[in-house]
T-cell receptor, first 113, second 116 residues
Framework: EPEVTQTPSHQVTQMGQEVILRCVPI?????FYWYRQILGQKVEFLVSFYNNEISEKSEIFDDQFSVERPDGSNFTLKIRSTKLEDSAMYFCASSRAQNTEAFFGQGTRLTVV | GNSVTQMEGPVTLSEEAFLTINCTYTATGYPSLFWYVQYPGEGLQLLLKATKADDKGSNKGFEATYRKETTSFHLEKGSVQVSDSAVYFC???????????????FGQGTILTVHP
């Protein structure tokens, strides 16, 4: 069964460092998403991506964040200069269309120290 | 704006007990409603959904009915199993002008633990 895969499963980084979280969406999907969940809080939408551009982003997704689909299979989330409050579980998701089921990866736990 | 509120957890039940996890929402228009489940070490999986008022979503013995009058989508199961232990998330996806947008708005999640 096709699935969304995320790497790494856990990343520890120092404050101020850049991190790249990687995702491989399901191959025939066209819409890609990043969500995050700070421990004990809600799962929050960060950004959606379609046709090689951002289609929607939340107020959380500021200039420190960027997304890219560099090679037609990977979908990455970059945080340019991490802060302590960026520590969270980051989920990637993909869907075939905007109104079809979104499939989620298992998440990357980012810890900023 | 849109929001989803779930009952506070965690919830601990014995096997074969009845489960209810409450979910209420605030949204403009007529959103689609979802329950996602996250088993330990895995990603979020769609459990069930309902796209219009009075629709009932069901899967694996779980049910939820879209109640527009009470803006609710409570999750129920008549007899839980140990294997149902997971985190359950209620979510909505807005719809505008007949078009559904992809962004999901989630509740905070409810941890369910079922003991033998």
């Amino acid at each position: 069964e096709p699935e969304v895969t995320q790497t790494p499963s856990h990343q520890v980084t120092q404050m101020g460092q850049e991190v790249i979280l990687r995702c491989v969406p399901i191959s025939n999907h066209l819409y890609f998403y990043w969500y995050r969940q700070i421990l004990g809080q809600k799962v929050e939408f960060l950004v959606s991506f379609y046709n090689n551009e951002i289609s929607e982003k939340s107020e959380i997704f500021d200039d420190q964040f960027s997304v890219e689909r560099p090679d037609g299979s990977n979908f990455t989330l970059k945080i340019r200069s991490t802060k302590l409050e960026d520590s969270a579980m980051y989920f990637c998701a993909s869907s075939r269309a905007q109104n079809t089921e979104a499939f989620f990866g298992q998440g990357t736990r980012l810890t900023v120290v | 704006g849109n929001s989803v509120t779930q009952m506070e957890g965690p919830v601990t039940l014995s096997e074969e007990a009845f489960l209810t996890i409450n979910c209420t929402y605030t949204a403009t228009g007529y959103p689609s409603l979802f329950w996602y489940v996250q088993y330990p070490g895995e990603g979020l999986q769609l459990l069930l959904k309902a796209t219009k008022a009075d629709d009932k979503g069901s899967n694996k013995g779980f049910e939820a009915t879209y109640r527009k009058e009470t803006t609710s989508f409570h999750l129920e199961k008549g007899s839980v199993q140990v294997s149902d232990s997971a985190v359950y998330f209620c979510a909505l996806r807005r719809r505008a002008g007949g078009t559904s947008y992809g962004k999901l708005t989630f509740g905070q999640g409810t941890i369910l633990t079922v003991h033998p």
